[in-house]
């Protein structure tokens, strides 16, 4: 049997290389003949930029940026191992809501500022195009830190700059950004970003109301941020020449989509661009089963999330599709009508989160132990079927 294990992270707890080694060792205890590829996914957050390259046999590269809290942090870029040579900059790994303690989390004064810096680390290496993978940030001042670390200058309305890194409160008093000192190199480099296309940067439904109190916001700061974010569209709209404030990426990750597109970068659906990146479509000729896995499984996993993409796609050559998820959530038989064929999840038993996290590895390994142990019973049960009907 020929398997192909395609699983996303399970966030809080296992990344998605981990993820498909504990599948890959359920697969062989039951069947030690099986024949496993594994391409582990990330949908552009934690975990991005390592599974891409891992993909195209690639390098990561260990620098030292500003974290979201304005201290040094050790952070990290891939260099792609294919042509034409593309860095890998995931946000996470800057700006992420995971380098945020509980104790600082304030999305008006954490920064992406370290986001410019993996950029301008990637441009040292005379790259031709630059992959920004958008996801678990824990930042919300529209890329302003970013375009900071790349040389421009945010001025007030009094002509005074804005302080380096200050997090998205001080956009409030926004009048102009200037350009003209943004890394010349920027010129010369496609910059793709992969990101979630529904998040847009301004009103009721914009990054601030949506995700501040996730990020820690309380409903002060998350009006105060709604507010300096409206006043940050205003300012790039003027310079974009066209309207950034409900246009479809601008509030990826803390509005750094809207950051990014000032210095001409490209938007692109997640799960488009990452099913392209990995080439997935190419994968389901050499497989008789897919296995794929995510944290939770619910009605809106066929709204984008990587199992639904997987399916989609390997329902077209006519694959069976299993996933084995954290968690089981409200209508999640809807993913059948995706392309899924069956799902279960890893619990065995009641657990509190802190249990689930902590058995994470051994329950996903004996999960997909179980899972492929039921494939050959089918398998035998279709057998004997068979003889009987000759």
Known sequence: MRVLVCPSGFKGSINSHTAADCIEEGILRAIPTAAVRKVPLADGGEGFARALVDATGGQIRRVHVTGPTGYLISSYYGILGDEPKTAVVEIAAAAGLSLVPPSCRNPCITTSFGVGQLIAAALEEDVRRIIVGCGDSGTSDGGAGMLQALGARLIDI?????????????????????????????????????????????????????????????????????????????????????????????????????????????????????????????????????????????????????????????????????????????????????????????????????????????????????????????????????????
């Open 158 to 390: 009094n002509g005074n700059e804005l302080p380096q890194a200050g997090g998205g409160e001080p956009l409030v008093s926004l009048a102009d950004i200037d350009l003209s000192g943004i890394d010349s190199r920027l010129k010369k480099v496609r910059i793709e970003v992969v990101c979630n296309w529904q998040n847009i940067l301004c009103g009721l439904y914009g990054v601030a109301h949506v995700y501040g109190p996730q990020k820690g916001a309380n409903p002060q700061e998350t009006e105060i941020l709604a507010t300096a974010l409206d006043v940050y569209a205003s300012v790039a709209e003027r310079m974009i020449g066209q309207s950034v404030s409900n246009a479809p990426g601008s509030g990826a990750s803390g509005g750094l989509g809207t950051g990014l597109l000032l210095i001409g970068a490209e938007l692109r659906p997640r799960y488009e661009a990452i099913m392209q990146y990995f080439n997935i479509d190419s994968l389901f000729d050499d497989c008789d089963l897919i296995i794929t896995a995510e944290g939770a499984i619910d009605y809106q996993t066929p709204r984008g999330k990587i199992p639904a993409e997987v399916a989609m796609r390997a329902r077209k050559y006519g694959k069976p599709v299993i996933v084995l998820a954290g968690s089981i959530g409200d209508n999640a038989d809807a993913n059948y009508d995706v392309g899924i064929n069956a799902y279960v999840s890893i619990l065995q038993r009641p657990s509190t989160l802190h249990e689930a996290i902590e058995g994470a590895e051994r329950l996903l390994m004996e999960s997909a132990e179980g899972a492929m142990r039921m494939v050959m019973v089918g398998r035998t049960l279709n057998g004997s079927f068979v003889n009987k009907t000759k």
